[in-house]
C-alpha cells in the first residue's frame, strides 16, 4: 500500500506521467503539475475555493462555440497569449503581438498598392512600409496578410451589415519589400464583455475593456519566421491600458500629415494632403532552414 499524504503527493501526481513518450509534452505536463502543485500549497487552497475556479471554467466552456472561444480571451486576459509572443520573439526582429480571434484564412489577394476603403465611414489613411531582414535588407519575397476593424468598431465576421472580407486582404510586396495599404483608420473597441472572463475576472479588477486600435498583420517570407503582430495608432487614449497587453514600443506609429497629390489621387483621398503611417517589418531567419 501506499501511503500518499503531503509530504510524497506532489512527487507522485509529477511522477505518474514520467511514462509519456513524447519528451517535450512530458516536460510540459510534468511542470504544470508541479507548478499547480506548488501554487496550491502556497495559497494553502480550500474546497470551496477550487470549486469556485473550476465552476469558472465550466462557464468559460458553456459560452465557447467554433467562433467565440473564452478560453483564447482568458489567455489573452491573464498575458499569457502576449507572454507566449514575446518569448517566441527574436533578436533584432519585430516584435509579436497578440493574434486575437478575428484572423481566418482565405483573405482575398489584392493587388498592391492597395486600397481597402471601399464604402467604409472613417478617416482615410494611408499604413505604408517595408518588410526587411535584421539587417535592413528588403525581403521582396514577402507577403502579408492584413485585417481591421470598421468605423464601429466591429470586424466583418461580426457585423451583418459589413461586406464580406471588409478591410482585410493579402497582398505581396514589391521588388524593394515595400506595401502601401489605403484604409480608414482603426478604432480601439472593447473585449467580449458578455461573459465569465469579463463578468468574474476582469471587471472584478477593475480593468479596461478596450483594445487599443490597431491593424493586424501575419508576415511570412520563405525561410524567416513567420511574424504576428499589430500595429497601434500613437494617439490613441488606450495605448496604457490595452486589455490585452499587446502594445510594444516599435509597434505604435504615427499617422503623419503628408503632402502627396499622387499617393491621394491613386487612393481617391480628396485633397493634397493624407495621413500617413510609416512600418518597417523585420523578420528574422529561421534557423532550422
Ligand atoms: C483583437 O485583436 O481583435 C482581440 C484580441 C483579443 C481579444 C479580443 C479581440
Ligand atoms: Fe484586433
Redesign the pocket.
Known sequence: MKNIDLSNLSDIAVQSFSALENDRTRQLVQKLVASLHEYAKDVQLTHEEWRTALSFLHACSDISSASRSEF??LS?VLGV?SLVDLLAGKPGATPGS?????HSAGSPWLSNPVNLIAANEGTPVVFRGRVCDVEGNPLPSASIDYWQ?ANNGL?WQVDPQQATDNLRCQLQVDAQGRFEIATIRPVP?E??TDGPVWRDLVQPAHRSSW?AA?A?VIVAAPTYVKLVT?FFDSEDPYLEAD??F?VRGPLVGTFKTTQDPELCRRHGIEGDTCLVMDIELRLSKNENE
Not at 497578440?98 to 478575428?102: E, I, K, N, Y
Open positions: 483564447s480571451l489573452d497569449s497578440v493574434l486575437g480571434p478575428f476593424n470586424y473597441y473585449i467580449p483594445r490597431h493586424h499589430e486589455a490585452v499587446g
